[in-house]
């Protein structure tokens, strides 16, 4: 090689790289054109959990796509309850695993995962199994039940949520992904991903006192948006929720839906929810709130859903 | 004969430790067994009826005397471990001296007699307020254990900050200052006693200590001064903590030794042992308790009769919200409120060992008998967990009976009240079931109520009175929902399993 070919092919090498791009990165390793074909949402149905991860993932481009290396990662899971995997109330903990497994492969500083928890946060963390799950992945559990572990934040765009505490490792890190699990509500009719920002704030009360679906709406502009939503509906609570009573509140979907967009993945969540217990979208009224928020959109038609069966 | 006194140290190093960070470990993370230990205390074992306990207990007393006091006894051992660091205050760092003084006889058969007479009428207020042991669990949950709380939190609170989360934080819920002010009283009396004085407060306060010195007065073993050997140098005297040693007449006042052998180590002479009382056939002084014991029974029956009239004026009058004037909430277990209120001795440990620390010394909740005795206070966050057994499984005294969690989970300790004109469904027609969501039999659920907004209904056979209906009701001060205690805990209805869903979803529906 002669030097100025040399110089030359540097100079090329290293304009790409400023650029780093997704489309200009598969376009150098030879692989297909990625930017248009980007799904906005991916469904998928009929695997395990850590697997239908995977493959969602594959479809947004992989989970370097979201993660970069030294980056300080959050995983916000649904660890509300002191309940079994089995039964539901709680999101998927080989998900979570999975989840924790790829962003320190990926190259995160760290992984921290934790949730305002409803019971006695110990003992949701471990009975849950998440907090065994993340420990063997590499994350780690931080606590969430004190309000010193809170910090102030504006919510310029909520209605009746101007301002809440929210937990200072959420403040703090890179990226975060949002994995709620899908289950019947008492209070709210469905949980999904907004209402699982309830367990990012301090003060749950000011929720209920204020209307709660304008609050959970609320709390969706959050200034900070995940990177993705990942909802699990793999255990789904049909009855009795958010807790439920027994396994027989439970119904095995097998499902994941997966979108950075909260109200896309919210309608998507009910519509499959429907099927096992008929419910109107119009009910679950944060869904509506939300998108008058401008915080995304019920319109999965208008979108590029992938639906992919394991 | 020094090896008694080691002895005696590594016994009481033994019994106090476990039970002093059993009482102070807030994480949870000492096994439960550990509660054993508190099983053989005189009072616990008493009122629970342990005869095996108190068999054992017995005999250690008649055989070796007041060795319950100067090993087992927590609170014993706390006042040896005051007076030896009270050395660290003194000028020179010297050692303190002890003199012999008189029994005081007629106020220590008082309080005893006092707090029998109280007892059979029927009111443990004095039992609960004396017992020695009762006393250092509440001073250990009120005055130690909030200090190491506050430790560990402002280390985690220095460590969260450099994101490091070992440590967390963790709220200091059970303070309530009645518990508070009658433990601190009690530390500085005991405190000033034995800085001073040594083993005074067992000696002249403690009805356990006294009736223990009944016996010791007929224990076979017993710490005797040899009339040959002795040259009345005082050695012995002066090391007594129990100030019962007269060097001069060479006796040893039995009903005060505590068998803590610093005698022993005193003598250069070897002219006081402790050795077998009967062999020689000795005649026992005519103890001079005969005298006392008839005025003492007249003056404390009169005061006995007053105490029992004060001690059962424990109506609350009515306040403006029902809420304030609820009954208390017992912990499960407790099965009736006369049994739970005659056997608590309100030694804090269920409420310390209490994971959700919803568990709080009462005031006059019930009653002024009932003083420090636990009760359920549910605030945010703050309620009876499910499936948890804990504190009735470390009641040493019987006053919560053990129960596995099946049974828990269906002892009704309370039902729920609901205020529908409270609830904001109804007055903000606005969605909220915070209380149903947190409810584990779902005896508080939500029906239909108009514009697609569902309300709170209970159906009182199912609720267990866990409280985190109460605790999580974002209607404040006055909750819309709130438990009322029962008086009588009742088993409630098993809630039925719902409907299975057995059909094959294939779609995703969208």
């Known amino acids: ?310 | 004969m020094k090896f008694l006194k080691h002895i005696r140290i590594v016994l009481s190093v033994i019994f106090f430790l476990p039970i002093f960070v059993f009482f102070i470990d807030f994480t949870g993370k000492l096994p439960l067994p550990v509660h054993k230990l508190l099983s053989i205390q005189w009072i616990p074992a008493l009122l629970s009826l342990n005869v095996l306990i108190i068999g054992i207990l017995l005999l250690l007393s008649l055989f070796f005397g007041r060795i319950y006091c100067s090993t087992i006894c927590p609170l014993g051992v706390l006042q040896d471990v005051l007076t030896w660091k009270s050395r660290f205050f003194r000028k020179k760092k010297k050692k303190i001296r002890y003199d012999y003084t008189a029994p005081k006889n007629i106020l220590r058969y008082s309080i005893l007699a006092l707090t029998l007479i109280v007892f059979i009428f029927g009111s443990s207020f004095l039992v609960v307020i004396l017992d020695p042991y009762s006393i250092f669990g509440r001073m250990a949950s009120q005055l130690f254990r909030p200090l190491v709380i506050w430790g560990n939190n402002a280390l985690a609170y220095v460590l969260s900050a450099k994101g490091i989360y070992t440590f967390y934080k963790v709220e200091q819920v059970a303070f309530v200052p009645l518990a508070f002010i009658i433990s601190i009283l009690f530390f500085i009396l005991i405190t000033q006693m034995s800085w001073f004085k040594g083993r005074s407060y067992c000696n002249t306060i403690c009805p356990v200590g006294t009736s223990l010195g009944l016996l010791s007065r007929i224990s076979v073993f017993h710490i005797s001064i040899s009339e040959s050997a002795c040259t009345h140098c005082g050695a012995c005297e002066k090391q007594c903590k129990s100030q019962c040693i007269d060097s001069e007449t060479m006796k040893v006042d039995d009903s005060r030794c505590v068998t803590c052998f610093n005698c022993l180590s005193a003598c250069k002479k070897g002219g006081i042992s402790y050795n077998f009382r009967y062999k020689k056939e000795q005649v026992q002084p005519v103890q001079q308790k005969v005298n006392n014991s008839r005025r003492t029974f007249l003056l404390s029956s009169g005061a006995a009769l007053a105490s029992i009239a004060f001690a059962n004026t424990n109506k609350i009058i009515g306040k403006k919200d029902p809420i304030l004037s609820r009954k208390p909430v017992m912990p499960p277990g407790a099965s009736t409120i006369e049994h739970f209120n005659d056997h608590c001795t309100a030694c804090q440990l269920c409420v310390t060992k209490c994971p959700m620390q919803v568990l709080k010394p009462a005031a006059f909740q019930y009653g002024i008998s009932g003083i420090m005795q636990p009760h359920l206070s549910f605030s945010t966050h703050i309620f009876c967990t499910y499936e948890c057994t804990i504190c009735s499984s470390v009641c040493p005294t019987g006053a919560l009976q053990p129960l596995v969690t099946e049974e828990k989970k269906l002892i009704q300790i309370g039902t729920a009240q609901f205020r529908k004109d409270k609830c904001v469904v109804f007055t903000k027609e606005e969605d909220c079931g915070a209380c149903s969501e947190h409810c584990p039999t779902q005896a508080v659920h939500m029906i239909p109520y108009k514009n697609g907004l569902t309300i709170p209904e209970v159906t009182k056979d199912l609720c267990v009175g866990c409280g985190a209906c109460e605790s999580i009701c974002p209607v404040r001060p006055y909750q819309a929902i709130y438990v009322e205690g029962s008086t009588k805990q009742g088993i409630a209805r098993k809630p039925s399993e719902s409907k299975k869903f057995n059909k094959k979803i294939n779609d995703f529906g969208f």
């Open chain 1, 1 to 310: 090689m002669k030097r100025r070919d040399f110089f030359k092919s540097a100079a090329i090498v290293g304009i790409a790289s400023f650029f780093k791009t997704n489309a200009l990165g598969s376009v150098l390793s030879g692989k297909e054109m990625a930017v248009h074909s980007q799904p906005d949402l991916v469904a998928v149905m009929g695997g395990e959990p850590a697997a239908m991860l995977v493959r969602a993932l594959k479809e947004l481009g992989g989970i370097g796509h979201f993660v970069k290396r030294g980056q300080k990662v959050v995983i916000k899971p649904n660890i509300g309850w002191d309940k079994s995997p089995e039964l539901g109330a709680n999101t998927n903990p080989e998900l979570i695993g999975e989840l924790v497994k790829l962003c320190k492969g990926a190259g995160a500083s760290e992984v921290i995962v934790f949730d305002h928890s409803c019971q006695d946060w110990k003992k949701c963390y471990a009975n849950s199994g998440i907090e065994k799950a993340v420990l063997a992945a590499g994350g780690k559990m931080v606590p969430a039940n004190d309000e010193s572990y809170y910090r102030e934040v504006e919510f310029p765009r909520g209605v009746n949520l101007k301002n809440a505490k929210v937990h200072q490792s959420l403040l703090e890190c890179d990226v975060w992904f949002n994995v709620p699990v899908l289950k019947d509500h008492g209070g709210a009719k469905n949980t999904i991903s907004m209402k699982n920002l309830m367990g990012i704030v301090w003060d749950r009360g000011y929720f209920h006192s204020h209307d709660l679906h304008q609050c959970i709406a609320d709390a969706a502009t959050f200034h900070k948006k995940p990177a993705l939503n990942i909802v699990d509906a793999y255990r789904i609570i049909k009855s009795n929720g958010p807790q439920g009573k027994s396994e027989s509140d439970v119904v095995k979907l097998k499902s994941l839906l997966v979108s950075p967009d909260y109200v896309a993945v919210d309608t998507a969540a009910i519509k499959l929810y429907s099927q096992v217990r008929p419910t109107d979208l119009k009910d679950v009224r944060y869904i509506e709130l939300a998108e008058k928020n401008r915080v995304g959109t019920q319109h999965l038609e208008k979108l590029n859903v992938k639906r992919i069966k394991m």
